[in-house]
C-alpha cells in the first residue's frame, strides 16, 4: 500500500529541485511545468517499486524527469519539419530587469544561447549533483570526454556572459 504522507514528504522536499533541474535543461516555463507534474505522477504510480537503498529521492525523481524530457526531444525530432521562412516572426518581447536579481538574469541570458543538449550537461552537473563518472555512463561517454565536454562549455559560457548587456 501506497504510504502517501511519505510521498507528500518526498514531493515538498524536492518539488524546486526537480523543477530547477527540469528547467535547466528546457528553459521553458510551460514545459517544465508539464514534465514536473507528470515526474510527480510516475513517481506517484511506481512509488511502493521505490528502493530507497537504490537512489536516493532525488535522484530517482531526477532520473524520472530527464527521461521525460530525452523522450519528449526524440519525439519533437520525428515531428515534421516546417519551413521557417513560411512563419512570420513575433515580435521581441519586451525585456524587463529585476535589477535586485542580476544573477537571475545572467543565468536566463546565459541559458537561452545554450543548446537543449548544453543545458542538459549543465543540469546533470549541477542540479542533479551527478559526478562525472555518472554523466559518463548516462551519455555513453568516457569520464575523460565529460571532463572534456564540460571544460568546454565552461569556456563557452565565460564567452557568451562577456556579451550580456551592460545595464
Same mark, same amino acid.
Given at each position: 500500500?501506497?504510504?502517501?504522507?511519505?510521498?507528500?514528504?518526498?514531493?515538498?522536499?524536492?518539488?524546486?529541485?526537480?523543477?530547477?533541474?527540469?528547467?535547466?535543461?528546457?528553459?521553458?516555463?510551460?514545459?517544465?511545468?508539464?514534465?514536473?507534474?507528470?515526474? %510527480?505522477?510516475?513517481?506517484?504510480?511506481?512509488?511502493?517499486?521505490?528502493?530507497?537503498?537504490?537512489? $536516493?529521492?532525488?535522484?530517482?525523481?531526477?532520473?524520472?524527469?530527464?527521461?521525460?524530457?530525452?523522450?519528449?526531444?526524440?519525439?519533437?525530432?520525428? $515531428?515534421? /519539419?516546417?519551413?521557417?521562412?513560411? /512563419?512570420?516572426?513575433?515580435?521581441? =518581447?519586451?525585456?524587463?530587469?529585476?535589477?535586485?536579481?542580476?544573477?537571475?538574469?545572467?543565468?536566463?541570458?546565459?541559458?537561452?544561447?545554450?543548446?537543449?543538449?548544453?543545458?542538459? %550537461?549543465?543540469?546533470?552537473?549541477?542540479?542533479?549533483?551527478?559526478?562525472?563518472?555518472?554523466?559518463?555512463?548516462?551519455?555513453? /561517454?568516457?569520464?575523460?570526454?565529460?571532463?572534456?565536454?564540460?571544460?568546454?562549455?565552461?569556456?563557452?559560457?565565460?564567452?557568451?556572459?562577456?556579451?550580456? =548587456?551592460?545595464?
Amino acid at each position: 500500500m501506497k504510504d502517501s504522507n511519505n510521498f507528500k514528504d518526498i514531493y515538498n522536499k524536492y518539488f524546486n529541485y526537480v523543477y530547477n533541474s527540469v528547467y535547466a535543461m528546457v528553459h521553458n516555463i510551460r514545459n517544465t511545468e508539464d514534465i514536473v507534474s507528470e515526474t %510527480f505522477l510516475r513517481a506517484w504510480n511506481s512509488f511502493e517499486s521505490y528502493n530507497p537503498k537504490l537512489a $536516493k529521492p532525488q535522484t530517482w525523481l531526477c532520473n524520472i524527469a530527464r527521461n521525460i524530457v530525452f523522450d519528449r526531444w526524440r519525439s519533437e525530432s520525428k $515531428k515534421e /519539419i516546417v519551413n521557417i521562412e513560411s /512563419i512570420e516572426e513575433p515580435a521581441a =518581447p519586451e525585456v524587463k530587469y529585476d535589477f535586485e536579481n542580476i544573477e537571475n538574469i545572467q543565468v536566463e541570458f546565459l541559458l537561452s544561447k545554450l543548446t537543449s543538449e548544453e543545458r542538459s %550537461f549543465l543540469s546533470m552537473r549541477y542540479y542533479m549533483n551527478m559526478k562525472n563518472s555518472e554523466i559518463a555512463e548516462e551519455l555513453s /561517454i568516457t569520464t575523460k570526454a565529460v571532463s572534456e565536454r564540460y571544460r568546454r562549455l565552461l569556456e563557452k559560457c565565460k564567452k557568451i556572459l562577456k556579451t550580456f =548587456p551592460k545595464i
